[in-house]
């Protein structure tokens, strides 16, 4: 029989003893050793010192974790801090993805996704399509995440519209609805605020924001990749006025196309600055470039442990974002897996329907039942815990028709 890759299996570990205990997640051990000997050879004693004592890490820090050639190492330390706060726990969400149209006056050179309209491929569901979908999606969908292009013609009441016909079929799912990107779209199509618009969206039934459009903030590449898309402080700007308005958001970032590892760490501490300021990112979610159908020529993605050692290094430099997450869609099932272990505490969920990475080439499967995602997360070793999109937690369904000591609700 085939012995079980060594990042599934608990026997052969050991975690730091400060990251022994947590409260109703039990004891994880640590896949990697983070020995004295190895952390000096490295030269990242004082880094994993900082990290104990919940020091903040600074830019520096961030470029000797990146040119460390010790790829597991990091993993070691992100595991760590991920353990420490989170335990064995690995959260998944049901939800589903729709995406409304691939209409997109903005045009980015990495985009296989984008089309014009009339253009072959080029799709725009009807406020009648997305309901179906709605319908037709499992009652136990607690999440509906829906994004699309910046269409030039489709007004805010539209939008409106579809979130109030959601909230009819699903009240008590969490609509996290729109990119940053799609905000900014819908104010200057309409002359609105933004802060107008997140009202009257908020008031037709949006819950938060998914983390799309980021890309990645440095300007010398946005003028290169996506010029005709919002500036990155201008996406920051819509995160921080959502963030005032009550209205929770996710944040992004892609890589592995013509940034470097400068940009991302520039990228990350304008993340964590605007955390420190208005406080409303729930989860980062790192995203690796796809290759395929795009205008983007010469450019390979990044490799396996590249893709790795960014996980591992955004979970270390984010210390205020709460969760990192391991994005199964465009990491890959296995892949995703091993991101468990470098610092990422969510693998997502059920998702149900999702073009925009599989148009780039993502060769993962469109949906994931519940079985499935747990089965992913308890074959790494860990203990599977479901969230809605919030990330609280849901308890099973034992406990939701029962009571968590099993005595009938009252």
């Not at 939008?159 to 905000?183: H, Y």
């Not at 903030?217 to 920051?236: N, Q, Y």
């Amino acid at each position: 029989m085939t012995e079980a890759p060594a990042w599934t299996r608990q026997d052969r570990c050991r975690l730091p003893r400060e990251a022994a205990t947590f409260s109703g997640t039990g004891q994880h051990p640590n896949p990697m050793d983070l020995n004295t000997a190895r952390l000096r050879t490295a030269g990242l004693t004082d880094v994993f010192e900082k990290l104990r004592a919940d020091q903040r890490l600074d830019r520096k820090d961030g470029e000797r974790l990146f040119a460390c050639p010790d790829t597991t190492l990091i993993g070691a330390l992100a595991h760590f801090i991920r353990t420490r706060r989170y335990g064995l726990k690995t959260t998944y969400v049901l939800n589903q993805q729709i995406n409304y149209t691939n209409i997109c006056q903005n045009r980015c050179l990495f985009c296989s996704y984008q089309r014009e309209t009339g253009q072959s491929g080029a799709f725009q569901l009807e406020l009648r399509d997305i309901l179906e979908k709605v319908q037709h999606s499992p009652a136990s969908i607690t999440e509906v995440h829906i994004v699309g292009g910046c269409h030039p013609e489709l007004p805010l009441g539209f939008f409106e519209d579809m979130l109030a016909g959601i909230k009819s079929v699903r009240p008590r799912a969490i609509l996290k609805c729109f990119t940053p990107v799609e905000i900014a779209h819908f104010a200057r199509l309409e002359g609105l605020s933004v802060t107008t618009v997140l009202k009257r969206l908020h008031r037709a039934g949006l819950d938060m924001l998914p983390g799309g459009g980021a890309e990645i903030f440095a300007p010398r590449v946005r003028k290169r990749i996506c010029p005709r898309k919002i500036s990155g402080a201008e996406w920051l700007d819509v995160c921080g006025q959502a963030h005032r308005l009550g209205l929770p958001t996710n944040c992004t970032m892609l890589f592995g196309h013509l940034e470097n590892e400068h940009d991302r760490l520039e990228h990350l501490d304008l993340l964590r600055r605007q955390q420190d300021e208005t406080g409303g990112f729930l989860c980062f979610i790192p995203l690796p470039f796809l290759t395929a159908n795009n205008r983007l020529s010469g450019v390979r993605g990044p490799s396996g442990l590249e893709e790795l050692k960014t996980v591992a290094v955004s979970r270390l430099m984010l210390d205020n974002i709460p969760h990192i997450k391991s994005y199964w869609v465009m990491l890959g099932l296995m892949q995703a897996q091993a991101a468990l272990y470098f610092g990422a505490d969510d693998l997502d969920g059920t998702v149900v329907e999702e073009r925009i990475g599989h148009m780039a080439g993502a060769d993962s499967p469109q949906i994931l039942s519940r079985a499935e995602l747990q089965e992913m997360i308890h074959g790494c070793g860990l203990v599977a815990v479901e969230r809605d999109a919030r990330f609280e937690p849901i308890p099973p369904a034992a406990e939701r028709l029962t009571g968590h000591d099993g005595a009938e609700p009252q």
